[in-house]
C-alpha cells in the first residue's frame, strides 16, 4: 500500500459545532493536525508551519482567502481548501484566482469527503515538491555532466595537440636533414660573397641565397603549422587537397618515403575544418601507409567526391591489417606495431578529428594487396 504523504494541516472555522466535526473526521489521520477558531488563531498556528489550509471563507476577523495568502507566506506551496456555507460561482471564482485546491459547502452531505479532499491535497503537494526536487537533481546533474565534457575536450584538445608534438619527433630528423642542405648552400654563398669582388657574381649568389632561404622557409613554415595548437582557432573553409599535399611534403622530408614512393591524384575540395588539425590526419594516414609499404612500397593518396561528400583513401602496397585488427585499430593504445614503436594513439586521434567535423573514417584491405583507410567529410563551398 502506498504511503501517505505526511504534513501540517492547519484547520480554521468559526463555529464550534463544524470545529468539532472537523476534529472527529480528522482525529485518525496521521497529520499534525492545529485547530483555530478564528483568523488569529489560524496566524499563529501558520507560523509555526503549514502544508494544507482548511479554512472558513467567511470568519469574524479575518476573510479566510486573506488567510489563504497569509498561508502562501508562509509555506510558497501551501495548499488550500475553502469552507463556505454559500456555493457560488463567485466563490468558485474567488478560490480559483488563489489557486485554492479545492473548496467544501458547509454543512457537507459527507463529511468523510473532507479526509480524501484533504489527502488529495497532501498528494498533489508531494508531487509538485518530488517534481521539483527531481529538476533540481536533473539540473545539478546537468551541469556536472557539462563540467565533465568541458573537462573532456580540453584533455582532448591536449591529448591531440601532444600527440601532434610526439609526431614533430618523428619528422624532426628527416626535417633537420633537408634543411641542411640548403643552410649549407647559404653560407657557402655568404662566404664567397665576402671574398668575391665582380658584382655580376655576386648578384647571383645573393640570388641563389634567396632561394635557398626561401626553401627553408617554406620547410619550417610547414612544420611549425603542423605543430601549432590549433584550439584557438575556429573552422573555416579549408582546402583538403592542399593539406594532404603539405602532409605527403611533411612525410617525404622526414625520410619516411621518397617522394616517388608516394602517388597523390586530387580534385579540388573544401571542408569546414581547421588546416592543422586536417594536415595532422595526413601525416598520420601517410606516414602510417609507408611504414607499412616499406622502402620498395608505394603509397597512393585520392581525394575525390560522392556528391555532397569529400572521399579521401590513402592506400598502400604493405602487408594489410590482420583482419582481428580492422574493428580496432581507431581504439586508443591498439597499435600493430612492435613495442616502442608506436603510441597506439594515431589513428585514435585522426578518428577523434574526423568525427569531430562530421566525417567518417574506416579502414580495410585492397583486393590487390595492402591496407586502405577512407575518410568522408562534408563538402563546403570554396571562399
Given at each position: 500500500?502506498?504511503?501517505q ?6 484547520v480554521?472555522?468559526?463555529e464550534?459545532?463544524?470545529l468539532?466535526?472537523?476534529r472527529?473526521?480528522l482525529?485518525?489521520?496521521?497529520w ?6 478564528n ?13 494544507v489550509?482548511?479554512?472558513?471563507k ?5 476573510n479566510?482567502l ?6 502562501r ?6 495548499e ?14 474567488e478560490a ?13 452531505r459527507?463529511v468523510?469527503e ?39 575536450r ?8 601532444s ?9 624532426a630528423a628527416g626535417v633537420a ?11 657557402g ?11 655580376a ?5 645573393a ?11 617554406e ?6 603549422g603542423?605543430?601549432?595548437d ?9 582546402d ?17 618515403a ?10 579540388e575540395a573544401?571542408?569546414?575544418a ?13 606516414r ?8 620498395a ?11 555532397d561528400?569529400?572521399?579521401?583513401t590513402?592506400a ?19 597499435t600493430?606495431k ?14 577523434r ?15 590487390e ?8 567529410l ?6
Open positions: 500500500m502506498k504511503a504523504p505526511g504534513g501540517r494541516l492547519v480554521v472555522d468559526d464550534p459545532v463544524i468539532n466535526v472537523l472527529s473526521v482525529a485518525d489521520e496521521p499534525d493536525v492545529a485547530f483555530a477558531a483568523g488569529a488563531e489560524a496566524k499563529a498556528a501558520m507560523d509555526a508551519g503549514v502544508d489550509l482548511l479554512t472558513d467567511n470568519l469574524p476577523d479575518i479566510g486573506e488567510l489563504i495568502r497569509y498561508a507566506e508562509c509555506t510558497e506551496d501551501a488550500a481548501i475553502v469552507l463556505t456555507g454559500y456555493a457560488s460561482l463567485d466563490t468558485a471564482l480559483l484566482k488563489l489557486e485554492a485546491f479545492d473548496y467544501i459547502v458547509k454543512p457537507p459527507d468523510f473532507i479526509p480524501k479532499k484533504v489527502r488529495a491535497a497532501f498528494e498533489r503537494q508531494h508531487i509538485r515538491r518530488e517534481n521539483r526536487r527531481l529538476l533540481r537533481e536533473l539540473s545539478e546533474r546537468n551541469e556536472a555532466l557539462e563540467t565533465a565534457l568541458s573537462e573532456l580540453r584533455t582532448q584538445s591536449e591529448l591531440i595537440q600527440e601532434k608534438l610526439a609526431g614533430i619527433g618523428t619528422l636533414h633537408e634543411i641542411s642542405s640548403p643552410l649549407f648552400g647559404v653560407m654563398l655568404a662566404e664567397a660573397i665576402v671574398d668575391e669582388d665582380n658584382l657574381d655576386i648578384h647571383e649568389y640570388g641563389e641565397i634567396v632561394s635557398y632561404s626561401r626553401a627553408i622557409k620547410i619550417v613554415v610547414g612544420l611549425t603542423y605543430a601549432r590549433a584550439k584557438g582557432d575556429s573552422d573555416t573553409p579549408v583538403l587537397t592542399a593539406a594532404a599535399r603539405d602532409a605527403v611534403r611533411l612525410v617525404v622530408r622526414s625520410g619516411a621518397s617522394e616517388q614512393a608516394i602517388s597523390v591524384d586530387a580534385a573544401w571542408v569546414q581547421r588546416s592543422g588539425e586536417l594536415q595532422q590526419i595526413f601525416v598520420n594516414l601517410v602510417n601507409a609507408a611504414e607499412a609499404a616499406g622502402p612500397g608505394h603509397v597512393w593518396v585520392n581525394i575525390a567526391f560522392d556528391g561528400t569529400v572521399v579521401a590513402v598502400d602496397d604493405g602487408p594489410g591489417l590482420p583482419e582481428d585488427a580492422v574493428s580496432q585499430v581507431f581504439d586508443p593504445f591498439f600493430t612492435a613495442p616502442g614503436q608506436g603510441t597506439g594513439l594515431g589513428l585514435n586521434i585522426v578518428y578529428l574526423v568525427t569531430r567535423y562530421r566525417g567518417a573514417i574506416t579502414a580495410g584491405n585492397r583486393p594487396g595492402g591496407a586502405v583507410f577512407t575518410v568522408r562534408p563538402a563546403t563551398e570554396a571562399p
